[in-house]
């Protein structure tokens, strides 16, 4: 904090906290209230119960779950893929060529997510490319939605990258295929595990998109929330959301415990 005086850092500490809680802080909290709560007292949950975390970790719930997980995991590592071969290529393109890939890889950011799952939806109805009804146009949307930050992330990590590095291994005879393999990715393991991690909380918490395009039977848990609490079940709604939120921080203190240690290799 580029605050020296103390008056000064208690004064910005006051504004944080003045902007953090009630914008940010408060809502989550009133939602891990009311998933332990079973009516309304006031403006606060009230009638204190763990009922509602029973039933958020089996049935229903546990299998939505699970389709979120399959579903990040697979779109995550597509994007990962995607946007990394992507970030590499466009290294290599000029300046007009490299503007042209950011553009197509942040279209999908540019415009409403509902407009990107339309679109999948439209282009794979029909054969073919026949995808509407089963799991896969799901997972191809959240694809298209998170490449955009695996890409940026990955593509701001290589134009840091050190040439020298690639150089020395080329001038001691290092094919291009080993000094990608062997130099160029593992400087950038930081970088990709921070997009993976980037990657799998997007798709697990994306809804717009996957409201219309999910099948019957690819249920993921952001559409269960959804369903739940417009059925009036504000306070299970609440206890699988924050299910839905542990989850996803778990995975993302993991990302972050490898990320650490590939920083320091």
Not at 147 to 168: C, G, I, K, N, W
């Amino acid at each position: 904090m580029l605050v020296h005086s103390v008056k000064g850092r208690w004064a910005a500490w006051a504004l944080f906290a003045a902007l953090f809680l009630p914008l940010f802080a408060v809502p989550l909290l009133v939602v891990l209230a009311a998933s332990f709560s079973t009516n309304w007292s006031g403006a606060f949950p009230s009638g204190p119960t763990t009922g509602h975390y029973a039933s958020a970790v089996r049935g229903e719930s546990l299998q939505a779950l699970t389709t979120s997980l399959v579903t990040a995991v697979t779109a995550g590592v597509l994007a990962l893929v995607v946007g990394t071969w992507a970030a590499l290529a466009a290294a290599s393109l000029g300046r007009r060529g490299r503007r042209t890939l950011d553009a197509l890889f942040m279209l999908p950011v540019a415009v409403p997510s509902v407009v990107v799952g339309l679109a999948v939806l439209v282009a794979f109805s029909q054969p073919p490319f026949l995808l509407n009804g089963t799991r896969w146009i799901v997972i191809l949307a959240h694809t298209v939605l998170v490449t955009a930050f695996a890409y940026q992330s990955v593509s701001a990590a290589v134009l840091r990258l050190d040439p020298m590095y690639e150089q020395a291994a080329a001038g001691l005879g290092a094919r291009p295929a080993r000094v990608l393999l062997r130099v160029k990715l593992p400087l950038l393991l930081p970088s990709l595990n921070a997009a993976a991690g980037l990657c799998f909380a997007l798709s697990m918490g994306e809804l717009s998109a996957t409201m219309m395009l999910y099948p019957p039977d690819w249920l993921p848990l952001p559409v269960l929330i959804f369903t739940a609490t417009d059925r009036g079940s504000l306070f299970s709604g609440s206890a699988i959301a924050v299910v839905l939120m542990a989850t996803t921080l778990l995975v993302l203190l993991a990302a972050s415990r490898i990320r650490t240690r590939a920083s320091y290799r």
